[in-house]
C-alpha cells in the first residue's frame, strides 16, 4: 500500500510539473504575441500613401498623379518692377513674371493677403506658398495649415481673398485646390513639391527677407484684388 501511495504521489507530482510547463509556454506564447503587436504595427495608410509621392531621379514630379492637380509652364527670370502688375493666368499665380523682390519664405506666416507678384517670386526659389480663403477657413484648420509653415523654409502662407475654393496649393507651376485642410491630397502635394529640384527654376536661392525698401515681410505690399488692366505686363 506504501508503495502504491508513493507511485500516485510520484504520479501527481508529474501531472503538476507537466501544467505547470504547459501553462508556463502559453503565457509566454501568449506574451510574444502582445509584445510583437505593440512594436510592430502595421504602416498607415497615410504613410504608405506618402511613399509614393517622393521624388526621385526615376521619378521627377510625382504631383502629376495627384487627381486635380494644375500644372504649367513658365520661362523664369523675368521681371517687373512695383507697382508694376502682372497678368496672371491662375488665381492664385503659379508662375511667370513677377517682381525682381521676392516675398520672404522661410516659414512665413502673413495675416494679410500679400502683392501677387512677390509671392510668385518666392514660387521660383522653391517654395510652397499655402493661400486660403479667410471666410471659409478658420479655427483648427487654419491652426492646422499654419502649422505646416511655422519654422519650416521654404515654404509659406496668406490670406487669398476671393479664393474660389477654399485653400489652394502653390508651388512653380503647380497647383491644387482643396475644399478641407484634411485633404489627403494636401500631404500627397507637400511630399512630391517640397524643394523639389526637378520642378523649380532656382534650387538653392534665397528664402531670407530681404528688409526695409525691398521686401519687408513685417509691412508686406499688399495684395490688390482688382483685375489687372491693359497696362499689366504679360505673364511669359
Given at each position: 500500500?506504501?508503495g ?6 510520484s504520479g501527481?507530482?508529474?501531472v503538476g510539473?507537466l501544467a505547470g510547463t ?5 503565457t509566454l506564447a501568449a ?5 510583437d503587436?505593440?512594436t510592430?504595427p502595421?504602416a ?10 517622393v521624388?526621385?531621379?526615376a521619378?521627377h514630379?510625382p504631383?502629376?498623379?495627384i487627381?486635380?492637380?494644375?500644372i504649367d509652364?513658365?520661362?523664369s527670370?523675368l521681371?517687373?518692377?512695383?507697382p508694376?502688375?502682372?497678368a496672371?493666368d ?5 508662375g511667370?513674371r ?10 512665413a ?8 507678384e ?10 510652397l ?15 492646422s495649415?499654419?502649422?505646416r509653415?511655422?519654422n519650416?523654409?521654404?515654404?509659406m502662407?496668406?490670406?487669398y481673398?476671393g479664393?474660389?475654393?477654399?485653400i ?13 485642410a484634411d485633404d ?7 511630399t512630391?513639391?517640397?524643394l523639389?529640384?526637378y520642378t ?7 528664402c531670407?527677407a530681404?528688409g526695409?525698401g525691398?521686401?519687408?515681410p513685417?509691412s508686406?505690399p499688399?495684395?490688390d484684388?482688382s483685375p489687372?488692366g ?5 505673364v511669359r
Amino acid at each position: 500500500m506504501k508503495g502504491a501511495t508513493a507511485m500516485a504521489g510520484s504520479g501527481k507530482r508529474r501531472v503538476g510539473v507537466l501544467a505547470g510547463t504547459v501553462l508556463s509556454l502559453v503565457t509566454l506564447a501568449a506574451c510574444t504575441t502582445v509584445k510583437d503587436q505593440v512594436t510592430t504595427p502595421p504602416a498607415s495608410p497615410s504613410t504608405s500613401a506618402k511613399a509614393g509621392f517622393v521624388p526621385s531621379a526615376a521619378d521627377h514630379d510625382p504631383s502629376t498623379r495627384i487627381p486635380g492637380i494644375v500644372i504649367d509652364i513658365y520661362p523664369s527670370g523675368l521681371h517687373v518692377t512695383a507697382p508694376q502688375r502682372v497678368a496672371y493666368d491662375h488665381s492664385p499665380p503659379i508662375g511667370g513674371r513677377h517682381d525682381g523682390y521676392w516675398a520672404a519664405c522661410n516659414g512665413a506666416v502673413y495675416p494679410t493677403a500679400v502683392r501677387n507678384e512677390n509671392m510668385v517670386h518666392a514660387l521660383e526659389h522653391g517654395t510652397l506658398w499655402i493661400a486660403y480663403d479667410p471666410d471659409r477657413v478658420t479655427g483648427a484648420a487654419l491652426d492646422s495649415l499654419k502649422a505646416r509653415v511655422e519654422n519650416k523654409p521654404y515654404t509659406m502662407i496668406s490670406p487669398y481673398p476671393g479664393l474660389d475654393q477654399p485653400i489652394s496649393l502653390q508651388t512653380w507651376g503647380h497647383q491644387l485646390k482643396v475644399d478641407t485642410a484634411d485633404d489627403p491630397r494636401v500631404d500627397e502635394f507637400f511630399t512630391a513639391l517640397t524643394l523639389n529640384k526637378y520642378t523649380y527654376p532656382e534650387p538653392g536661392a534665397s528664402c531670407d527677407a530681404l528688409g526695409q525698401g525691398l521686401f519687408d515681410p513685417d509691412s508686406p505690399p499688399p495684395f490688390d484684388p482688382s483685375p489687372p488692366g491693359p497696362d499689366a505686363a504679360p505673364v511669359r
